[in-house]
């Protein structure tokens, strides 16, 4: 009947207009031949939480989400996950170097079209998130060790080795940091308060070892010795400091995991055995709200 045929007919429109609608960016492929449409992060992404922050991804049929191994939190029915080396053993063993796990998961949503399967991601320790496009920082980030979360399935990890002797020895994130490049967005981690410092050039910044989350192309990494000899003694800070000079974009940290488990560390009672009644922790609770408030000092 004329009525059947017209409610077949915008039925069939509607379905050409979502798989329209999923597929409106063309197909990019990644260096190791994962086939995907690109994820409009500025509408499928939401980054909840205060201290301690998660980052749920919703995703189309085509689309691709790379993620760090062991980072779900949960996902929806007609998700799934692909876990590989992402290219080869030698891929796997580049992204060890830089802090990752050997394996990387694809998540993708074979739903019907017009629907969206939901993944949830959790960092291992505390930590803020912050989503940038690479491609709005010339094409390259570099980070510290282990700081990418999830991404694009564009994105390339590589190995960034540090320009000095000293700044590998002395710079407290060793001889390779962590290089993004491709194209896409990024999520990494932080832990504590994250603060953004925008850097002229010739400007300089010197930061505690440790706390650099990373920085845009352009930003010269080096170490610098700290003058004065009750500085070196008592300062608290080592012999060394850690030198970006612009021009770029810098990215700090207000508590690195490697100071708070240092902390914990100093304060659990030695012996080698277990100290009943001894009280452990709450000691580590001060460290991280100076962490916190010298962040936000920190930030004009």
């Known amino acids: 009947s004329p009525l059947s045929e017209g409610f077949a007919a915008v039925t069939s429109f509607g379905s050409s207009f979502s798989q329209r609608r999923c597929f409106s960016t063309p197909a990019k492929t990644s260096r190791d031949g994962v086939v995907g449409h ?17 980052v749920t ?7 691709v ?11 929806t029915d007609g998700v799934t996950m692909n876990t590989t080396t992402g290219g080869g053993l030698s891929d796997g063993f580049k992204r060890m170097m830089t802090g990752q796990n050997f394996f990387i998961s694809d998540y993708t949503y074979e739903g019907s079209p017009g629907t969206k399967g939901y993944v949830a991601l959790g960092t291992d320790f505390p930590s803020k998130i912050i989503r940038l496009n ?20 564009t994105i390339n990890i590589e190995m960034e080795f540090t320009r000095t002797m000293t700044g590998g020895f002395f710079g407290g ?3 390779i940091l962590q290089s993004l490049t491709g194209e896409g967005d990024v999520f990494l981690k932080a832990g504590g308060t994250l603060i953004r ?28 010795m700290v ?20 021009p770029g974009v810098v990215w700090l940290s207000g508590m690195p995991p490697e100071r708070m488990i240092s902390e914990i560390a100093r304060r659990v009672p030695s012996g080698g055995g277990v100290a009943f009644g001894v009280p452990i922790g709450g000691g580590g609770g001060g460290g991280g709200n100076g962490g916190e408030n010298g962040g936000d000092s920190s930030q004009q």
């Open 57 to 63: 991804i919703a995703l189309e049929p085509g689309q």
């Open 173 to 175: 994130e060793g001889f």
């Open 134 to 153: 690479v491609e709005d920082y010339g094409g390259k980030l570099v980070c510290q060790k282990g700081a990418l979360l999830c991404c694009s399935h």
């Open 65 to 75: 989400l790379r993620a760090e191994s062991g980072a779900m939190m949960y996902m």
């Open 227 to 246: 003058k004065g000899f009750q500085n070196v003694i008592a300062g608290g800070e080592g012999l060394f400091m850690t030198t970006l000079t612009g």
């Open 38 to 54: 690109p994820i409009d992060f500025d509408v499928n992404s939401k980054i909840e939480g205060n201290e301690s922050q998660i």
């Open 197 to 224: 410092r925008d850097l002229e050039p010739g400007e300089q910044l010197r930061i505690s070892s440790g706390c650099l989350v990373g920085f845009s192309e352009g930003v010269e990494y080096d170490v610098q």
